[in-house]
């Protein structure tokens, strides 16, 4: 495993395309580059502001992304405030950015049932993007969000459904889906989790545990009823150093015969954040 702090805020967002790692703070600035090593090569300008962090009642809260076959990488606000209902699609190979307004989306999801929004994660699959929606102790649900068709092209008869994941027995401890990425060669659904003691969608709690949670076969599960792991792994099982760390996202930037390569960010609420690269097995 390897591991570097980064002096770069609240990393929540990080996407792998065309060998380079696109790391977003959700009160940055600015988005940063990796290449592979871990190692910042670029800065990409999205705020105009000050200070190096956006204060938390005006902060975009960009705690999502996801890119798609064309290189479009897309970045989300949670919709836990007005603040935060915006996107940003930025081309990563013109370098062109649109903001986009959420909230057209965000009423549907609303008027789909989901009380409290707090979009987290995001990524594409079978050309649909996926979005989570994180629970917390107030309110325990976690549900994907499932949008079939490109909602940022001024067209409203889109749909969306709502799959939500199995309730939790340990009620005392809430989960939270905090990330998505998927391993399209394995078909796998890959969430980064972790447990945070706050009651709502907008105040941050204290940091508990990390995990990460696998679904196999994901294409073929789209249509159910409920969804569930079919794998979860403690990351402090796998290392100490994740003691205390809350996973804000991850990525897959390799899959071989017998293992997933991913890069997971964590927010360490201090201004700083770190970056793990690791590897698991496909199994």
Same mark, same amino acid.
């Given at each position: 495993m390897q591991i570097k702090k980064l002096n770069y805020p609240s990393a929540s967002a990080i996407e792998y395309y065309d060998g380079k790692l696109y790391v977003m703070g959700d009160d940055a600035v600015n988005m940063i580059v990796l290449d592979t090593d871990l190692a910042v090569i670029d800065s990409i300008p999205f705020f105009s502001f000050s200070e190096k962090r956006i204060p938390k009642d005006i902060k975009p809260d960009l705690e999502a992304s996801a890119v798609?076959?064309?290189?479009?990488? +897309?970045? +989300?606000?949670?919709?836990?405030?007005?603040?935060?209902?915006s996107a940003w699609k930025y081309d990563l190979k013109t370098n062109h950015s649109d903001s986009i307004n959420? !909230?057209?989306? $965000?009423?549907?999801?609303?008027?789909?049932?989901?009380?409290?929004?707090? =979009?987290?994660?995001?990524? &594409?699959?079978?050309?649909?993007?996926?979005?989570?929606?994180?629970?917390?102790?107030?309110?325990?649900?976690?549900?994907?969000?499932?949008?079939?068709? #490109? +909602? &940022?092209?001024?067209?409203?008869? $889109?749909? =969306?459904?709502? @799959? #939500? *994941?199995?309730?939790?027995?340990?009620?005392?401890? *809430?989960?939270?889906?905090?990330?998505?990425?998927?391993? %399209?060669?394995n078909d796998q659904l890959i969430m980064?989790?972790?447990? !945070?003691?706050?009651?709502?969608?907008?105040?941050?709690?204290?940091?508990?545990?990390? $995990? @990460?949670?696998?679904?196999?076969?994901?294409?073929?599960?789209?249509?159910?009823? =409920?969804?569930?792991?079919?794998?979860?792994?403690? @990351? !402090?099982?796998?290392? #100490?150093? *994740?003691?205390?760390?809350?996973?804000?996202?991850? %990525?897959v930037i390799e899959e071989t015969k017998n293992s997933i390569r991913l890069v997971l960010v964590a927010d360490n609420d201090d201004g700083s954040s770190t970056i793990f690269k690791i590897s698991i097995s496909k199994n």
């Amino acid at each position: 495993m390897q591991i570097k702090k980064l002096n770069y805020p609240s990393a929540s967002a990080i996407e792998y395309y065309d060998g380079k790692l696109y790391v977003m703070g959700d009160d940055a600035v600015n988005m940063i580059v990796l290449d592979t090593d871990l190692a910042v090569i670029d800065s990409i300008p999205f705020f105009s502001f000050s200070e190096k962090r956006i204060p938390k009642d005006i902060k975009p809260d960009l705690e999502a992304s996801a890119v798609d076959t064309n290189g479009n990488f +897309f970045l +989300f606000g949670s919709g836990s405030s007005a603040q935060r209902n915006s996107a940003w699609k930025y081309d990563l190979k013109t370098n062109h950015s649109d903001s986009i307004n959420l !909230e057209p989306l $965000y009423a549907k999801i609303k008027n789909a049932g989901i009380e409290q929004i707090n =979009i987290e994660g995001a990524c &594409f699959i079978s050309g649909k993007l996926m979005l989570v929606n994180r629970g917390n102790k107030g309110y325990q649900h976690n549900q994907l969000i499932i949008v079939d068709k #490109p +909602f &940022f092209k001024n067209d409203s008869t $889109y749909k =969306i459904s709502i @799959l #939500p *994941f199995e309730i939790q027995k340990d009620t005392a401890s *809430f989960k939270g889906i905090s990330g998505l990425t998927s391993a %399209t060669q394995n078909d796998q659904l890959i969430m980064t989790v972790s447990t !945070e003691d706050t009651r709502n969608a907008y105040d941050d709690g204290a940091i508990g545990k990390s $995990y @990460l949670w696998i679904i196999d076969n994901i294409s073929n599960k789209l249509n159910a009823d =409920i969804l569930k792991p079919d794998r979860i792994i403690d @990351l !402090e099982e796998i290392d #100490p150093h *994740f003691r205390g760390q809350k996973i804000e996202s991850a %990525t897959v930037i390799e899959e071989t015969k017998n293992s997933i390569r991913l890069v997971l960010v964590a927010d360490n609420d201090d201004g700083s954040s770190t970056i793990f690269k690791i590897s698991i097995s496909k199994n």
